[in-house]
Structures are given as structure tokens and as C-alpha cells.
């Protein structure tokens, strides 16, 4: 098959649009995600369904979404099976609480998320985390590398504290750009995210505010940069040293003051 063809009449690089076409990556993304027959799966921009065929026969119930209404159109002529409902629409706008509802099951989501707005779509999903089973994504590998990253490394910021709030997460496989049409200027990571089961209660608004404080000046001491909510005693008194650094405050950290805002 000549995939060059294949891809370059479906492009559209408004919708980030990158398709996978290394079978080897694809049965990989499989085996990660190991799907069950009645578990229901959700695919996040399934293209032109390159990951999806090799789905469709291993499960009960299967939503795929997809704004682009040319391939949302050609993947319903494709994948004419009775378990599947595509869904042509952005996935901004997707109720999961529906999908879940409507099979009366948590949703594993997966997707080989679209490189311009993969933030947005994960901060929409944090909204539903209650009914999430797990989720494979694949991400730029720079975006996977934040999303990860632990204290003391340049890559440790609002995203790692936020998402790791919410999720267990492993990295699972690097991707080379070569296994895409087109070829994209970087790797790409594929993530495991596992909705934590504990809940340590904390305000998202709240802790995104603090976030906002410490990591628009990351080379401050958190004593000045923190210091419309926290004055050096409160932090002495929890036992966190003023003269750290944004980066420096462990995650933990981060949530406990957050619970200690007075707003
Ligand atoms: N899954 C296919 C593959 O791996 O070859 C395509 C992956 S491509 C990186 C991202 C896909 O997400 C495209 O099909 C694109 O049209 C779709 N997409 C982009 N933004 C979207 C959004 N906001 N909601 C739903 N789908 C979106």
C-alpha cells in the first residue's frame, strides 16, 4: 500500500493531523492497551483509523471521536460494525459521563492525540476522571517529558504536579517521527494513565493558583513569589523552607498548601 497516497489526501493541519502508519507501533499500542471484549473503548481522533480496525473485532462497545466530518464520514463507510459509534465532533464538547452511562461502564480512552491541542483535551478529561477506567495516550515526547517530570529537573512544572495529582502515570513506548505521514520533527511518547484511587481533596482552582505564583517566576524563592498567600512563617510552620525554589517544592508540598489557602 502506498501510504504516502493514502495520508496526503486525507491532511488537514488545522486538526494536527499526524497518522500512524508502523504496523509494528500499532500492534504494540494494542498490547499495551489490551482491551477486553465487554470493557467500553473510547478513541480520541481516530484519523483515518489506523489503530481503530485492528480494534474493532476485540470489543463489545467502541466510541470513536472525531472532528473532522471527512474522515468522521469515511470511517462510518470503513467500519460498518454494529459496536462502534463514531462520533463526529470536538472533543472539547464530549460529556463523558454520557459514554460512561450509556454501557453502564468506567471508559478506557486512548488516542494518537492531535500535537496542537493535546493540553486542552487532557485538562477537558480531568472533569471526568471519576469515570475513567484507564487512558493510553500518545503524546509529543517533549509534552510526555512535562507531564512526568519529577522536582529538580527543567521539565518539572504545573503540568507534572496537576496531572500526577490526578493520575498514576507510566511511560510506556518512544515512537521515532519516521513511523508517521507526515514526518514530524520529534518523538513521540505513548503514556499510561491510571486514575488514582486515594483522593487527597484539594481545590483544582486553588492549586492552579499557586502553581501560577511559584512557576511564572520560577527562579524566585517561593517566600517572594508566594508571598500574596503565604508569609515565610506559615511556610517555616509547615515545614517548608522560604528560600526554596519553585522547581525545589515536592509535589506533596504543593498539595498540602493548597489545602492551607485561606481564600
Ligand atoms: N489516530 C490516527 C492515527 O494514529 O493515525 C490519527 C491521529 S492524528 C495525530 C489526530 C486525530 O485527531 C486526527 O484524526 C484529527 O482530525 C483528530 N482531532 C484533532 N483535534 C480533535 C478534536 N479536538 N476532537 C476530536 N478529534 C480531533
Not at 476522571?129 to 484507564?134: L, T
Not at 500518545?138 to 518539572?156: F, G, N, V
Not at 500574596?228 to 522560604?242: E, R
Request: charged letters at 20%.
Amino acid at each position: 500500500m502506498n501510504y504516502n497516497n493514502l495520508y496526503k489526501k486525507n491532511f488537514k493541519r488545522k486538526f494536527g493531523q499526524v497518522f500512524l502508519k508502523d504496523v509494528n507501533v500499532i500492534k504494540d499500542i494494542i498490547n499495551l492497551i489490551c482491551p477486553k471484549t465487554n470493557q467500553t473503548i473510547v478513541e480520541i481522533g481516530p484519523g483515518t483509523g489506523a489503530i481503530t480496525k485492528k480494534l474493532v473485532n476485540l470489543v463489545k462497545y467502541l466510541f470513536l471521536i472525531e472532528i473532522d466530518i471527512d474522515l468522521a464520514t469515511k470511517l462510518t463507510n470503513k467500519l460498518s460494525h454494529n459496536n462502534i459509534n463514531i462520533i463526529c465532533q470536538n472533543v472539547i464538547n464530549t460529556n463523558f459521563f454520557i459514554l460512561s452511562r450509556q454501557t453502564n461502564q468506567k471508559l478506557r480512552l486512548f488516542g494518537n492525540l492531535p500535537y496542537n491541542n493535546c493540553i486542552s483535551i487532557i485538562f477537558h478529561i480531568l472533569k471526568y476522571v471519576s469515570v475513567i477506567h484507564d487512558m493510553h495516550f500518545m503524546l509529543q515526547k517533549e509534552l510526555a517529558d512535562r507531564i512526568i517530570a519529577t522536582p529538580h529537573s527543567k521539565e518539572y512544572g504545573k503540568l507534572s504536579i496537576i496531572m500526577q495529582y490526578y493520575y498514576n502515570i507510566i511511560p510506556l513506548i518512544t515512537v521515532s517521527p519516521t513511523s508517521f505521514y507526515p514526518i514530524p520533527k520529534v518523538y513521540s511518547t505513548v503514556i499510561k494513565f491510571i486514575p488514582r484511587t486515594y483522593k487527597v481533596n484539594i481545590n483544582l482552582d486553588k492549586l492552579i493558583l499557586i502553581l501560577n505564583l511559584a512557576f511564572n517566576q520560577r527562579r524566585k524563592k517561593i517566600r517572594n513569589s508566594l508571598k500574596k498567600l503565604f508569609s515565610a512563617k506559615d511556610l517555616v510552620k509547615y515545614n517548608i523552607n522560604p528560600s526554596l525554589r519553585a522547581d525545589e517544592i515536592t509535589i506533596d508540598q504543593y498539595y498540602y498548601l493548597t489545602n492551607k489557602i485561606n481564600i
